[in-house]
């Protein structure tokens, strides 16, 4: 069992940044690969970034690319999500995930752990 909880969330300008974490806790982190999905209302949950157990390989939806970095530092059972030239469009609330495997995955039926979800919200 693996406990996910994010933090970081909060409202901010369009243009502005955020910084989201997810602390892990419960069993040994290092062998699970990460994903942040997100979840606007009235809309799917969908894909935002994933990373290998390593940390060495990334996938970003394309929505994304070149303004999110996701990271993980597995010695403090951590992972992150750099936001940054956010846009009214990336409100949603964001949530961490958790698979076995060692390939990157986008879907979120692979992922097995989740967290409750902090809440994001851009301003025009």
């Known amino acids: 069992q693996v406990q996910l909880v994010e933090s970081g969330g909060g409202l901010v300008q369009a243009g502005g940044s955020l910084r989201l974490s997810c602390a892990a806790s419960?069993?040994?982190?290092?062998?699970?690969?990460m994903g942040w999905f997100r979840q606007a209302p009235g809309k799917e949950r969908e894909f935002v970034a994933a990373?290998?157990?390593?940390?060495?390989?990334?996938y970003y939806a394309d929505s994304v690319k070149g303004r999110f970095t996701i990271s993980r530092d597995n010695a403090k059972n951590m992972v992150y999500l750099q936001m940054n030239s956010l846009e009214p469009e990336d409100t949603a609330v964001y949530y961490c995930?958790?698979?076995?495997?060692?390939?990157?995955?986008?879907?979120?039926?692979?992922?097995?752990?989740w967290g409750q979800g902090t809440q994001v919200t851009v301003s025009s």
């Open positions: 990373i290998n157990r390593s940390g060495l390989s990334t």
């Open positions: 419960g069993r040994t982190f290092s062998p699970y690969a």
């Open positions: 995930a958790a698979r076995s495997g060692t390939s990157l995955s986008y879907s979120l039926h692979e992922y097995r752990y």
